[in-house]
């Protein structure tokens, strides 16, 4: 009995053989796949000829085992007979499938061929059928990972033109821009109430403070809707990393809005774009939690590779939202452009869109400039091009010191761009009276400009966030006041005119701004009440001071003087501490005697600037210079019952950015699943 089932395997095998082994003609021979795989459902390619007996055996009892037919869909299990209205997959393994059965299988990850196990180099992928005007035509790339990756990605498309974003209905022809609230306010203070009428002042200073108003959550459009690119590293550092990245990269996708698109581009040894410009609801934001719960690390770091990507789907977008930015998140230097390029050689490979400092005319670009939001995590990341990125586009300049608080650093910074209520702001200063000069306007990286002989300047204040408060000084040269023959002395003398101009949230209206006007009293002689100096111009007096003070000693500590620069930190200390705003208690002094402190403990030794030092003093001067929040350190949680002057645990945290990161921490002490 034994040797005749024998016998009768024998043969069924050997027909087997001989069917598969069988030549065709020689004209239907195709080559082997290349290296740089197509999509593809063309003629199917021969099957190989068999070399080893042993390796087809193999093959043939996974093919028995999955109950395959070269007529039969080996996973639908029926007809692969042509003519019946389904498209035919035919793999580089010889396998055929129909189409739509095989790619509802790559579509989850696997990779493999269902009969032979074999992995693939080409692979079917269908196109989305909800994201409007996508190019299905056109040279179309796919993207495998490696097939041993824990979550291994969806197979991704990446066209020649990124002009695949989903198109989202315009927000602004929704509600009359009149019957939206856009109105900023300017308010203004002097340094002293009165100034001798036989005294000249040299450098007088003026505050102008400019408030937003907050979000109007009973409105449909409250806000201007927000394109953003998440850039982000998974180079193989990160791979202990990735379950906080995903969870914090989640976190934006679930509170950004209906009218808000998000894409993403990751980048190791080169960069690839992953997700589209979506918008964040319904099937974009399923879409885009799969695509980030399928991330892997492997490879070098590729910075500028990134940055590249992620400017050209801005820049090649066919539809733009009101406000666009570039999240960059990385834990490591530049592996592949900065090891052989000192750091200004390596500047200049970004974009001008991103770095006007690259553009060669050395003329300002009518190009628009992608604020660029970068989060440097770790001990290893290069936070001085993290800094120079940001600082050159107009964004902030994160110290991710520990990566569990990265998704409230994701938070501040989306709570912040969630929420732009006046774009394009400028503040207007103009002499009120005649000898009154304006010296100098600092005003951080905001753009600032004095012309007409000192008579008049310009501040760019840029988009500014719900309930954003951003102070500025103007310092003046005031002269004497002196008394005109026949004429009655006026006692208050005019010193300046503020007033500014906005662009609607939603559109690109331009709305004036109501100022103010800043006058004073030229008495002949002053009271002891006209001595006493604006607490509010002297706090800021400090923020000035004190920030100025941080970046010069962050200079002698690159050159080595540790040393020196502890001391200049004493002095400005002591000074600091000696002002009447920080002894009435400011808050604002208490913060920064608070830095001051510690800037001098990061730079106790080479090894501990090095190590955070370096990250800390540069994240600090990021948000000083642009009177921004940025994140360094621990987050703190915050006390929901705290007073309103002490609502922020971060400096220039507005009350969005405080929600959102109590949404995070909230969300981060709930059970999960």
């Known amino acids: 009995m034994a040797s005749n089932a024998w016998r009768k395997l024998k043969k069924s095998l050997k027909s087997k053989l001989s069917f598969l082994s069988t030549p065709r003609s020689p004209t239907n021979h195709t080559t082997a796949p290349t290296e740089n795989p197509r999509l593809t459902t063309a003629t199917p390619p021969l099957l190989p000829t068999i070399s080893s007996s042993s390796s087809f055996s193999s093959r043939l009892s996974r093919s028995f085992s999955l109950h395959s037919s070269p007529k039969k869909c080996a996973i639908c299990l029926t007809s692969l007979k042509k003519g019946q209205g389904q498209a035919i997959f035919y793999a580089e393994c010889s396998h055929a499938f129909h189409f739509n059965c095989i790619a509802d299988n790559v579509k989850h990850g696997n990779l493999r061929c269902p009969v032979c196990r074999s992995k693939w180099k080409d692979v079917p992928f269908q196109a989305p059928k909800n994201v409007p005007g996508f190019q299905r035509s056109g040279s179309v790339h796919a993207y495998a990972p490696p097939y041993n990756a824990p979550n291994a990605s969806p197979v991704h498309i990446e066209p020649d033109h990124f002009s695949d974003d989903e198109l989202v209905p315009d927000v602004s022809q929704g509600q009359p821009s009149s019957s939206r609230p856009h109105a900023i306010t300017v308010k203004t203070l002097s340094e002293y109430p009165a100034v001798s009428a036989s005294e000249s002042f040299s450098k007088f200073g003026v505050l102008v403070r400019v408030l937003t108003p907050p979000l109007d959550n009973t409105l449909p459009h409250h806000r201007a809707p927000i394109d953003i690119v998440n850039v982000l590293d998974v180079s193989g550092s990160m ?25 993403i581009v990751t980048f190791s040894s080169s960069a690839r774009r992953i997700l589209p410009l979506r918008t964040m609801s319904g099937s974009g934001r399923e879409e885009a939690i799969s695509v980030v719960n399928s991330l892997s690390a492997t490879g070098g770091t590729n910075i500028v590779a990134g940055l590249r990507k992620g400017v050209r789907i801005l820049e090649e977008r066919r539809q733009h939202n009101s406000v666009a930015s570039i999240i960059l998140l990385s834990d490591g230097c530049d592996t592949q452009s900065h090891n052989t390029l000192n750091r200004l050689e390596y500047l200049k490979l970004l974009p001008t869109s991103i770095f006007p400092s690259n553009n060669a005319s050395g003329e300002e670009s009518r190009q628009p400039t992608f604020p660029i939001h970068t989060f440097g995590f770790g001990l290893d990341h290069d936070s001085a091009a993290m800094h120079s990125i940001s600082d050159e586009s107009g964004g902030t300049f994160s110290f991710i010191e520990s990566i569990d608080i990265l998704q409230d650093a994701f938070a501040r910074c989306i709570g912040g761009l969630t929420s732009i209520v006046a774009r394009d702001v400028q503040l207007k200063v103009r002499s009120a009276s005649p000898g009154v000069q304006i010296l100098s306007t600092p005003s951080g990286r905001h753009k600032n400009k004095i012309f007409d002989q000192g008579h008049q300047a310009t501040i760019d204040i840029g988009d500014l966030y719900a309930e954003e408060e951003k102070d500025f000084l103007v310092f003046l040269s005031i002269p004497v006041f002196p008394a005109v023959d026949g004429e009655e002395r006026l006692e208050n003398m005019p010193l ?31 009271s002891p009440i006209d001595r006493v100096p604006c607490l509010e111009i002297d706090r800021q007096r400090n923020r000035l001071l004190v920030t100025e003070t941080i970046a010069k000693t962050q200079r002698m500590a690159e050159m080595g003087n540790l040393k020196g620069a502890q001391a200049l930190l004493a002095e400005q200390l002591s000074t600091l501490l000696s002002t009447a705003s920080s002894q009435a208690g400011d808050d604002l002094c208490n913060r920064l005697e608070a830095e001051l402190k510690e800037t001098r403990k990061r730079m106790e030794t080479r090894e501990l600037y090095e190590r955070s030092g370096r990250a800390y003093v540069l994240s600090g001067m990021s948000s000083h210079s642009w009177q921004r929040a940025a994140t360094r350190g621990p987050s703190m949680p915050i006390s929901p019952g705290r007073n309103s002057d002490m609502r922020t645990t971060t400096s220039y945290e507005t009350p969005s950015m405080t929600t959102m990161v109590t949404k995070s921490q909230n969300l981060n002490l709930a059970p999960r699943e």
Not at 246 to 263: T, Y
């Open 496 to 526: 300046v005119d503020v007033s500014g101009f906005q662009k609607d949230s939603l559109s690109t209206d331009t709305v004036q701004v109501e100022g103010e006007r800043v006058e004073i009293r030229r008495p002949q002689f002053l």
């Open 239 to 263: 791979a202990s990393k990735l379950i906080l990245l995903k969870r914090a990269v989640n976190f934006i996708i679930q509170n950004l809005g209906p009218s808000d698109r998000l894409s």
